[in-house]
């Protein structure tokens, strides 16, 4: 009889460690088999757009805020900040003559060359993550393209990249990342008001912000007659600011030139 | 033989507060069109020292030079098109210039699914793309309201498809579902009015409790599991769902997730408020001032209909008005304060901005009202303050011809030319009178010498016999109220109410005796 009692004894606590261990291999999986779930779990995609969206969205940000340039040329110096002139003119009395059209296309071009550097980063910081991961991973030369679209900034990094552990072998030429951003649409809009502005010599703000509910455009004046748009998203609170100087109406009858 | 002396009063009137020493205009340099400033600035006429070293210049207009003629930017990726804008601008963005508009250009409609747009067909492609749909370009529509109209009234409803074995729906319009669903090959079977959560279709999009906002569209919708916009978001028709997150029996809003709904068959589709902030109807109408946003509030639907008036002070979204932060009174006959400005309020999305009219008083602002069934609602601009040529006019109408000019008329007051009634700028402009010459020419027009005749008694005294009327306080009045109407010139009053430190006027008298 006591002999059966200690059988069962040691079954139920051979019965306790087996679920104790069990327990501890749900809770501790993913340090004691880092390897294997972590690879299965990575996404290089993520990483890169982690490691590249900060540096993205603060290079966006300091272009918005000086009409699209990181070094702006031909700016106007307001509140000692640059401010781009998208179109302008010294003149009294006439239209202003386009500084800068296609300023999605220029921003695209300074964000690429600006986020270049860190891009290349990136990806040595993507190699160094693998081989954390146990992987052997190799990178040829990175090559990146921005593009502000619709809704996003897109951001491709074209690459030979591979990655190998024991007999497999993974092989990437190229990653797609978006960021979420409304630029485009700021962009398209301060485009067409420079245009207004080199037609017609002044636009009307209240009928765009009727027209596009998301939108919410400031337009502040110099006394010298230049015009500082600051066009935002509401919902996302993007800005864009730009300058103009158009159709200025001289003080007293113009003879005193600027 | 009378004894005539005759007393000349030569009344000086003008603007005592120039600062002479500045601005005077540097000796005369040469002005050339000049591509490239020494700014970074293209094509402007400048001093030839302005012009950046190896630049191209010309002693002529920019509009009669070639290097600096105007034309059309082309962005042959983006396929729009900028007018005005020089060769050099054009080429260092990398566009396409021509001297005239090029065919690329010309304007057709793009019809994008529910949408379209009057644009060139190298944008049309362009947006296609971006959306993911097939191109539908019209080359023979040739205005935008014509093409608004094409897609107004189109077909929508579900279009069942199968994708990776699984049968599934996007609600669209049949012209899509019949094309390509998402640009792609795809064919789909497409039922006119049906959401792809009706039962019927047996797709594997079901009713969900979540909400969205649609582009283009003011109010807020279900949305499907699939992803579809499903009938505007009401809280009485969300599906309730068991203990283990199963949807329960639709029962009595059946019907609400398998028809599509007007937006008149929808909660509460004459609410003047237009549901704002309401929790439970996203019937939002962005003419009674709500739209579809996000919610900031932590229960509730995901997104709500935004309450876009500023209620505080009683506006509507998209109403402007005018104002003035003066605090010198303006009077009656449009003279007003030295530095005053005006100002257009715009109310949007619950906030308002402020617009300055030009400065110097160049535009002024002007607003009226319509009458809504809302009540009032205002609309303000600001306008060119035309005053230039007031002091030319010499007879009534041709000073109030509104179509021209911006004056008023005073009878019985010489100024300028005319000696019958004087034409003033019905708004006074500002001047720069602290530096330039420019301020005093201005001011000086309301300059003034009136000659007083008196004849001596034969036992003393003299008599006035012509000119008497420039002897009463009146008159010098009268010159220093066409003084600040000219300008800000003479006795004035500051934006923030203080008196200059001068008198700003002169009275000079001169005898002369025959």
């Avoid at chain 1, 401010?83 to 003149?91: G, P, S």
């Avoid at chain 1, 700021?186 to 067409?192: D, R």
């Avoid at chain 2, 897609?151 to 049968?167: I, P, T, W």
Wanted: hydrophobic fraction near 30%; include cysteine.
């Amino acid at each position: 009889m006591l002999k059966k009692r200690g059988q069962v004894a040691i079954f139920v606590i051979i019965a306790i460690l087996i679920v104790i261990g069990i327990i501890l291999l749900f809770l501790y999986k993913d340090r004691l088999f880092p390897g294997k779930e972590g690879a299965e779990a990575f996404s290089p995609e993520s990483y890169l757009k982690s490691c590249i969206e900060p540096y993205i969205k603060n290079s966006l940000a300091i272009q918005a805020k000086q009409g699209g340039f990181i070094a702006p040329e031909g700016y106007l110096d307001y509140k000692n900040e640059k401010i781009t002139y998208i179109c302008y003119t010294n003149e009294y009395f006439k239209p202003c003559v386009v500084q800068r059209p296609m300023i999605k296309a220029q921003m695209e071009k300074e964000l690429e060359a600006s986020v270049l550097g860190r891009a290349r980063g990136c990806v040595e910081s993507l190699i160094g993550e693998y081989k954390n991961r146990g992987f052997s991973a190799n990178a040829g030369e990175v090559k990146n393209k921005v593009e502000i679209l619709p809704g996003k900034i897109g951001v491709s990094f074209t690459m030979p990249l591979t990655v190998t552990k024991e007999t497999s072998t993974q092989r990437f030429d190229r990653f797609d990342i978006g960021i979420k951003s409304e630029m485009y649409d700021l962009l398209l809009i301060s485009e067409n008001i420079a245009s207004f502005e080199a037609e017609f010599g002044d636009s009307e703000i209240t009928s765009y912000m009727q027209y596009y509910p998301d939108l919410k455009i400031e337009k502040d004046k110099t006394a010298e007659g230049s015009k500082i748009y600051t066009v935002t998203n509401v919902a996302t609170k993007e800005k864009f600011r730009f300058a103009t100087r158009s159709l200025v109406w001289s003080p007293g009858y113009g003879v005193d030139e600027k | 033989m009378k004894d005539k002396i005759i007393l000349t009063a030569l009344v000086m009137v003008a603007v005592a507060v120039f600062a002479l020493s500045a601005g005077f205009s540097d000796a005369a340099e040469q002005k050339v069109c000049c591509e490239k400033t020494v700014n970074s600035l293209l094509c402007q006429e400048v001093g030839e020292s302005q012009c950046a070293a190896g630049s191209k210049k010309s002693p002529t207009a920019c509009a009669s030079t070639d290097f600096c003629r105007l034309g059309t930017c082309y962005d042959s990726i983006e396929g729009t098109c900028i007018d005005n804008t020089p060769k050099i601008a054009c080429n260092a963005a990398g566009g396409v210039w021509n001297k005239t508009s090029p065919p690329q250009c010309s304007l057709g409609c793009c019809i994008l699914g529910d949408q379209a747009a009057f644009v060139s067909l190298v944008r049309c492609k362009r947006l296609s793309g971006l959306s993911g749909l097939q191109t539908n370009y019209r080359k023979d529509v040739t205005d935008e309201v014509q093409c608004v109209n094409l897609v107004r009234n189109q077909d929508k409803g579900a279009c069942v498809y199968e994708s990776e074995f699984v049968k599934t729906c996007k609600f669209t319009t049949r012209a899509e579902c019949s094309g390509g669903v998402n640009g792609t090959s795809l064919k789909g079977q497409f039922f006119k009015d049906k959401l792809c959560s009706a039962e019927e279709l047996g797709t594997n999009c079901a009713p969900t409790s979540k909400t969205t906002c649609v582009s283009g569209k003011d109010e807020v919708y279900f949305i499907d599991s699939c992803g579809n916009p499903a009938n505007i978001f009401d809280a009485s028709k969300a599906p309730a769902y068991d203990s283990q997150k199963k949807i329960r029996n639709l029962g009595g809003i059946k019907d609400y997730w398998t028809n599509a709904k007007r937006k008149e068959q929808s909660c509460n589709p004459s609410a003047l408020s237009g549901n704002a902030e309401s929790s439970t109807c996203g019937n939002c109408n962005y003419l009674a001032g709500s739209y579809c946003r996000a919610s900031n509030k932590r229960t509730g639907p995901e997104n709500i209909c935004a309450d876009l008036n500023c209620k505080s002070i009683g506006k509507k979204h998209g109403e402007s008005w005018c104002a003035s932060a003066d605090k010198g009174i303006s009077d009656s006959n449009g003279k007003k304060p030295v530095g005053s400005r005006y100002f257009k309020n715009i109310c949007v999305n619950g906030e308002v901005i402020v617009e300055a009219c030009d400065d110097f008083r160049q535009q002024e602002c002007i607003q009226d009202a319509i009458q809504t069934s809302a009540g009032p609602f205002s609309q303000a601009a600001c306008k060119v303050n035309r005053w230039r040529d007031c002091i030319a006019q010499d007879n009534e109408p041709d000073c109030l011809n509104s179509d021209k000019r911006d004056c008023t008329w005073n009878p019985g007051l010489s100024a300028g030319n005319s000696t019958n009634g004087a034409c003033l700028p019905l708004v006074s402009p500002g001047l720069k009178f602290w530096e330039g010459e420019e301020a005093r020419a201005a001011c000086s027009l309301g300059n003034a010498a009136c000659v007083v005749q008196f004849e001596k008694g034969l036992f003393g005294g003299k008599e006035c016999k012509s000119g008497c009327e420039c002897l009463k306080s009146d008159w010098v009045s009268d010159r220093q109220n066409i003084c600040m109407a000219l300008g800000d010139c003479g006795p004035g009053i500051n934006w923030i109410g203080e008196r200059g430190y001068k008198q700003g006027f002169s009275v000079t008298e001169e005898k002369k005796s025959d």
